[in-house]
């Protein structure tokens, strides 16, 4: 006679092996996207950035001059006014401090680039 071998849960298990392995997926793809946007982070230098880009806002232009490049690609820009804004080499510019709708919030740096609003700092001047 055959022996039967029943279990009280006999789901729970392939269960628990299934969110096991569903849990370190989703731990090592955290960390793979981390190192990746870190890497492109450090990748972004001033080379990559306008030095100036200019704005327009009610009719008053404004420049704002690169001030910084965070450790997360973020550049950092800002007129003698004390006002700012940040853009990331595929982002799109956004303002700091208010919520304004100058010629340049919203644009990419591809689109200032064709708009004639930002100026780049040419090696060897």
């Given amino acids: 006679m055959a022996q039967v071998v029943t ?3 006999p789901r729970s298990e ?3 092996g299934v969110g096991t392995t569903v849990f ?15 890497t492109h982070a450090a990748e972004a230098s001033f080379a990559d950035f ?3 880009v200019h704005c327009e806002l009610n009719g008053v232009d404004r ?3 690169l001030s910084r490049i ?6 950092v820009y800002a007129t003698p006014e004390n006002q700012a804004g940040t853009i990331t080499i595929l982002g799109k510019a956004t303002p700091i401090g208010g919520d304004w709708s100058g010629s ?8 200032l ?9 040419q090696p060897g001047q």
């Avoid at 989703?26 to 946007?37: G, M």
């Avoid at 965070?70 to 550049?75: I, K, R």
């Avoid at 340049?104 to 689109?111: D, E, P, V």
């Fill in 7 to 9: 279990r009280k849960y």
């Fill in 14 to 16: 392939p269960r628990k």
């Fill in 24 to 38: 370190v997926i989703l731990a090592l793809s955290q960390f793979v996207t981390i190192q990746s946007s870190g």
């Fill in 50 to 52: 306008p030095l100036v």
């Fill in 63 to 65: 420049a704002y001059y």
């Fill in 70 to 75: 965070d450790a997360d690609g973020v550049a």
């Fill in 104 to 111: 340049c919030a919203g644009k990419t740096l591809q689109q």
């Fill in 113 to 121: 680039r064709s708009a004639g609003q930002a100026f780049y700092l």
